[in-house]
C-alpha cells in the first residue's frame, strides 16, 4: 500500500528515463521542470542542494540527484526503486547494442533525428540556470563566484577537477564572514562514519578478488574483471561521461596493446577501437545516464566467450559495477552531509557551492553554444539559426508554457525527422 502512493512518481521517473537527453546538464533542467514545477517533489532549493551535494561525489552526478528526490520523497526503499527505473532502460539500449554491433556495422545509422538534441539541452541547461539563479543569487559575494564559476567552466569545462574544485573554493569564500549566516537551530548529531567502510571494502575486495583470478586463471575470471573495472571507474570518476570514457578507452583499447601486457600473454578484458567510439557515440544520442555505456562495454569484452548467457552476464555487471558506487556514495553520505550542514562553517559554505553551481550550468551554456554562435552563426549557415531558434524556443515554452519536458523532446526529435 505505500508503494502504490509512489506509483506517479515512478511513473514520471520512467517518463524522464526515456526522455532526458543531452548529459547530466540537460538533466537537470528536465527534473527541475518535472519534479519541481510540476510535481513538487522537491523546492528549488532542495534540487540546488542535491545538485551542489552531488557534485563533489564521483560518479554520475544526475543519477545520484535523481536517487536523492526519491530518498527524500519515499526513503531508501524509494531511492533504489528510482534508480532502477532511471538507468535500466540506457542499460537494456546499450547492452543490446553489444549484441547487435556487428548488424549495425554493416547499415548506415541515421542520426538525423537527433541533430536538435543538443541545441534542446542547452535550452534546458539555460531554463535551470535562470530558474536557480533567482534562490542562489542575492549578494556582492554570489555574484562574483558565479562569474568567476562561469569563466572557469567556459575555459575548463573538460577539466575533470574543474567542478569539485570550483565548488570547494566557494565553500571556502563563504566562510570569511560570521555575521552573514550565524549558526541556528539544534546542535548536530554524532557523526557515524561506519556507512563508509562499506564502500572501501568493496572497493578493496573486488580489486583483490579481480587481479588473483586473473592471476590464477579461475574459470569466468572476467566477470569479476568486469566488476571490478566497472567499479573503479564509477568510484573514481570525476566530470562525468567527458572523463569516463577516456579510462574505458585506455583500460579496454590501449592497455591490452602495450608492451608488458603483450609480452606476458596476460588475459585481459579488451575490445577494438571502432567498436568502443560507436558505443560512446551512440550512448550520448540516447536518454538517460551516459555512464549506461558499462553495459555496453560489460558485454563487448565478453563477446569472445561464444556464449550469449555469459554476454548478458558482462552487460549485467558492467551495469551494476559502474552506478553502485554512485548510489552507495550518495545514500551513504547525504545523511551525513545533511548532518554536517548543522555546523555553522558548512552552513555558510552552502552559500557559496550554490552560486558556483549556478554558476558551472551558465559556463556549460556558452561553452556548449559556441560552436553554434562562432561557427555556424557566424558564417550565416541555416543550420545554425535553426539551432538557435531551438535553443531560445526551449528556453520559452519551459519558463512561460505548462507544457511537459518530454513533449518538447519529442517535438525535436519530430523536428529533427522533418528537416
Given at each position: ?284 544520442a540516447i536518454p538517460g545516464p551516459v555512464f549506461s555505456i558499462g553495459?555496453?562495454?560489460?558485454g563487448m569484452v565478453m563477446r569472445t566467450e561464444n556464449s550469449p ?111
Amino acid at each position: 500500500m505505500v508503494l502504490l502512493r509512489h506509483i506517479p512518481f515512478l511513473r514520471a521517473v520512467f517518463f524522464h528515463s526515456i526522455t532526458a537527453f543531452g548529459g547530466p546538464q540537460g538533466h537537470y533542467g528536465m527534473m527541475l521542470k518535472t519534479f519541481v514545477k510540476e510535481r513538487r517533489d522537491v523546492t528549488e532549493k532542495e534540487l540546488l542542494d542535491f545538485v551542489s551535494f552531488c557534485n563533489m561525489l564521483p560518479g554520475a552526478s544526475s543519477t545520484q540527484t535523481l536517487t536523492l528526490i526519491g530518498y527524500k520523497r519515499g526513503g531508501v526503499s524509494l531511492a533504489v526503486l528510482t534508480l532502477l527505473i532511471w538507468i535500466t532502460p540506457a542499460c537494456i539500449l546499450m547492452g543490446g547494442l553489444s549484441f547487435l554491433l556487428d548488424y549495425f556495422s554493416d547499415m548506415s545509422i541515421k542520426t538525423k533525428v537527433f541533430q536538435f538534441i543538443q541545441p534542446m539541452a542547452i535550452g534546458f541547461i539555460a531554463y535551470s540556470a535562470f530558474k536557480l539563479f533567482k534562490v542562489a543569487i542575492n549578494n556582492t559575494i554570489t555574484r562574483i563566484i558565479l562569474t568567476i564559476a562561469a569563466l572557469a567552466t567556459f575555459l575548463a569545462f573538460k577539466s575533470p577537477w574543474i567542478f569539485p574544485a570550483l565548488i570547494v573554493a566557494a565553500g571556502i569564500a563563504t566562510n570569511f564572514s560570521d555575521r552573514r549566516i550565524p549558526q541556528k537551530g539544534v546542535p548536530p548529531k554524532k557523526i557515524k562514519w561506519g556507512n563508509m567502510l562499506i564502500f572501501l571494502s568493496l572497493f578493496g575486495v573486488a580489486g583483490y578478488l579481480s587481479e588473483t583470478a586473473t592471476q590464477q586463471h579461475w574459470n569466468n575470471r572476467k566477470a569479476l574483471n568486469i566488476f571490478e573495472n566497472s567499479y573503479r571507474f564509477g568510484s573514481l570518476v570525476f566530470g562525468g561521461g567527458d572523463v569516463l570514457m577516456p579510462m574505458m578507452y585506455e583500460q579496454y583499447v590501449v592497455r591490452p596493446q602495450t608492451q608488458h601486457v603483450q609480452e606476458t600473454r596476460k588475459d585481459v578484458l579488451q575490445m577494438n577501437s571502432e567498436d568502443f567510439l560507436t558505443g560512446s557515440g551512440i550512448v550520448r544520442a540516447i536518454p538517460g545516464p551516459v555512464f549506461s555505456i558499462g553495459a555496453f562495454t560489460g558485454g563487448m569484452v565478453m563477446r569472445t566467450e561464444n556464449s550469449p548467457s555469459l554476454q548478458m552476464l558482462g552487460c549485467i555487471l558492467g551495469a551494476i559495477g559502474i552506478f553502485l558506487p554512485s548510489a552507495l556514495l550518495v545514500l551513504f553520505f547525504f545523511p551525513v552531509w545533511h548532518n554536517l550542514k548543522k555546523y555553522a562553517v558548512i552552513y555558510r559554505s552552502l552559500e557559496g557551492i550554490n552560486a558556483a553551481v549556478v554558476g558551472i550550468m551558465l559556463g556549460a551554456v556558452f561553452y556548449l553554444a559556441k560552436d553554434i554562435l562562432m561557427v555556424e552563426v557566424w558564417q550565416n549557415h541555416l543550420t545554425g539559426w535553426v539551432d538557435m531558434v531551438v535553443i531560445l524556443s526551449t528556453f520559452a515554452l519551459l519558463n512561460f508554457t505548462k507544457l511537459r519536458a518530454p513533449f518538447i523532446v519529442f517535438g525535436c526529435l519530430l523536428l529533427g525527422w522533418l528537416l
